[in-house]
């Protein structure tokens, strides 16, 4: 019974934020004319998919989360808006735009994809986000009012812990994005074709190749990351007396929602690239948002008996 109003609700939740995707979508579109070959069922049917994945996941953190209903309101919005556009859309202007040229991604992509899509980006997913959240806690939070006590987002730690934690961080994500990066993406000739590119050989290599021809993406990354602990900060400290539950459920909300999209066609990339990514960018995102987990979740209080 109760695994049956779990689908019902995140049946509801996705289509509503389905609904106020359309509806922001008539004064910020997208996709552009000539979008793909496909007809609006079929898009709506993906993008429908794509709203319960995302009510999906936002469901099951806050059946299992703790804290305030404001607590999870706003730090679900911090965490879901910041992964699902923020985090995706940095990348994209720096990787598919003329102006990450400036920023010293090298080579632009066969297709550039224009500015005003990706602030479309922005204020669609923005609109999801602010009906959606406060909508789900509605739907999903059934727990006792002495269950609601605040939890404190940010774990306390000394500097020492701090600068040791956020060091294993950059270099763990760099790792991640450059080794998946490379060995699942940029040695397939589909990705290198459209991203006018050439594979070196090695991975090593590639790094080399990587700081010569594009000095800025090092760095990106190294920011990247502090971005996306602080954006993941509320569903950690929410989740951090669920152990191992609560890093799978951090790898899933940091993973699906920033790359279940790629599955709707778009004119600015390929199907076959996006698949690609799409493979990429899951699996090393979701060993980021378990790490993640681990290195800051607030440690248990122990219970003192007299």
């Known amino acids: 019974m109760k695994t049956l109003e779990f689908i019902l609700k995140t049946l509801l939740l996705s289509t509503v934020m389905l609904l106020v995707t359309i509806i922001i979508s008539m004064f910020r579109p997208l996709s552009a004319e000539g979008n793909t070959t496909h007809d609006e069922g079929t898009i709506m049917l993906l993008l429908l998919s794509v709203t319960t994945v995302y009510a999906f996941v936002i469901g099951i953190v806050i059946k299992n989360a703790r804290g305030s209903r404001l607590q999870l309101i706003l730090g679900l919005m911090i965490a879901f808006y910041g992964v699902q556009t923020v985090i995706g859309q940095i990348e994209a202007i720096f990787f598919l735009t003329s102006l990450g040229e400036k920023l010293g991604a090298g080579s632009a992509p066969v297709l550039q994809m224009p500015l005003h899509f990706i602030v479309s980006q922005f204020i669609v997913w923005g609109a999801v986000t602010l009906v959606g959240i406060p909508l789900a806690v509605v739907l999903y939070d059934r727990r006792k009012n002495e269950k609601r006590a605040p939890v404190q987002w940010i774990p306390k730690m000394s500097n020492r812990e701090w600068l040791s934690k956020l060091g294993i961080l ?68 929410m989740l951090s007396h669920k152990r191992w539950l609560g890093a799978i459920m951090t790898g899933l909300f940091v993973s699906l929602p920033m790359n279940i999209p790629h599955i709707i066609p778009n004119p600015y990339m390929p199907a076959d690239v996006r698949a690609i990514h799409f493979t990429e960018t899951v699996i090393s995102n979701f060993i980021f948002g378990v790490l993640l987990f681990w290195l800051f979740r607030s440690k248990p209080t122990k219970q003192i008996s007299y």
Not at 174 to 190: R, T
Not at 207 to 225: C, D, H, I, M
């Open 170 to 237: 950059i270099i763990a994500y760099e790792l991640l994005y450059f080794g998946f990066g490379y060995f699942m993406a940029w040695k397939n000739p589909v990705i290198q074709a459209f991203y006018q590119g050439t594979d070196p050989g090695s991975f090593f290599a590639q790094l080399a190749n990587v700081a010569k021809e594009t000095p800025g993406l090092y760095g990106l990354q190294a920011f990247r990351s502090l971005l996306w602990l602080v954006i993941a900060f509320p569903v950690i400290s």
